[in-house]
């Protein structure tokens, strides 16, 4: 078991940032791999990016290679997407997930997941 908590959205311009956390509470995540995902209103839920917890690795997802960064804080136990120069087009709930093994793009493959953090981007 592995419990996720999502915080950090909030109503921001375009061209603001923003860095969401995760806390990760249950289980060690030594052999774990942590991700964010982020779902608009009618659309499908869209890979973010995702780290290997212990060795650090990452992958992210076309749209936001350049403007997002993923990173965990093992002592605190959380992840964190950092999200720069934000578009409306980044409008959406955000999630933080997590799987036991390798890194891995499809929401089909995490089983635990946070509730949900809002993000909106507008002028």
């Known amino acids: 078991q592995v419990q996720l908590t999502e915080s950090g959205g909030g109503l921001v311009q375009p061209g603001d940032s923003l860095r969401l956390s995760c806390a990760a509470s249950?289980?060690?995540?030594?052999?774990?791999?942590m991700a964010w995902f982020r779902q608009a209103p009618g659309k499908e839920r869209e890979f973010l990016s995702a780290?290997?917890?212990?060795?650090?690795?990452?992958v992210y997802a076309d749209s936001v290679k350049g403007r997002f960064t993923i990173s965990r804080d093992a002592a605190k136990n959380t992840v964190y997407l950092q999200m720069n120069s934000l578009k409306p087009e980044d409008t959406a709930i955000y999630y933080c997930?997590?799987?036991?093994?390798?890194?891995?793009?499809?929401?089909?493959?995490?089983?635990?997941w946070g509730q949900g953090t809002q993000v909106t981007v507008s002028s």
């Open positions: 997930t997590s799987r036991l093994g390798e890194l891995a793009t499809m929401a089909s493959a995490y089983i635990y």
């Open positions: 249950g289980r060690t995540l030594t052999l774990y791999t």
């Open positions: 780290i290997r917890w212990t060795w650090g690795n990452t």
